[in-house]
């Protein structure tokens, strides 16, 4: 596996339903990150962890929840969403805080 | 007022045409701006980026950022197909990354 890999790649669950999603990244960074990509909309950073830190929480609401075992895993975990939730999550790393990030694929996450 | 603006189109022009990409942002403390490129179902990855004013050219792309107007751009000279994509223009400073909407390029054989 290179670079930054994310599971599930589609995931659909109801508004009571618990899960998570995963990102591994393979590129020795030291900082991720988690953002939500909504259609028309900025990309918008939701979580950042640095050496396994939490840095920056951007106002996300208690109902995501970040896990950062280790620099190199990145997890998050969902629990009764709104539909308006459903979009998709990208997971991100870089050397230190930097301008170049290093994007996975993508979660695409639907609330029914 | 969003800090970066970016027209999310969709902008559709034939092959071979000079495609410009725009975005304004409002932050006098950003230093750097980015294009990042995003094929479907792909996550964003950087295209280029200049630091401060001026221009900057990769084959046949080329960036260009205007301070005092707080205008970026993105010139795709010769467009292929495969430049078809959306692209995200981004500018950074302070340890502040923010992105604008994307601009969803196609290029038509």
């Known amino acids: 596996e290179t670079g930054v890999t994310q599971t599930p790649r589609h995931l659909v669950m109801g508004m009571t339903n618990k899960k998570s999603l995963k990102c591994e990244q393979h590129?020795?960074?030291?900082?991720m990150y988690w953002y939500k990509q909504s259609a028309k909309k900025p990309l918008e950073l939701m979580f950042v962890?640095?050496?396994?830190?939490?840095?920056e929480n951007n106002s996300v609401p208690s109902r995501f929840s970040p896990e950062c075992p280790n620099s190199s895993h990145l997890f998050l975990h969902l629990h009764t969403l709104q539909p308006e939730d459903s979009a998709l999550y990208l997971c991100?790393?870089?050397?230190?805080?930097?301008?170049?990030?290093?994007f996975g694929p993508g979660t695409r996450l639907t609330v029914l | 007022q969003k800090e970066v603006e970016q027209d999310p189109g969709p902008l559709s022009v034939p092959e071979g045409a000079i495609v410009s990409l725009n975005c304004t942002y409002s932050?006098?403390?950003?230093?750097?701006f980015m294009w990042y490129r995003q094929y479907s179902r792909k996550g964003p990855e950087l295209l280029m980026y200049?630091?401060?004013?001026g221009n900057k050219e990769d084959g046949r792309f080329t960036a260009q950022v205007d301070k005092s107007s707080k205008y970026i751009s993105l010139f795709i000279r010769d467009s292929q197909p495969s430049d078809s994509a959306t692209y995200l223009c981004?500018?950074?400073?302070?340890?502040?990354?923010?992105f604008g909407q994307g601009t969803r390029l196609t290029i038509n054989p």
């Open positions: 991100a790393s870089s050397q230190d805080w930097g301008i170049e990030q290093f």
């Open positions: 590129l020795g960074h030291n900082a």
């Open positions: 962890y640095n050496f396994k830190e939490q840095t």
């Open positions: 932050n006098s403390a950003f230093q750097y």
């Open positions: 200049t630091y401060s004013s």
């Open positions: 981004a500018s950074a400073g302070a340890q502040k990354l923010v």
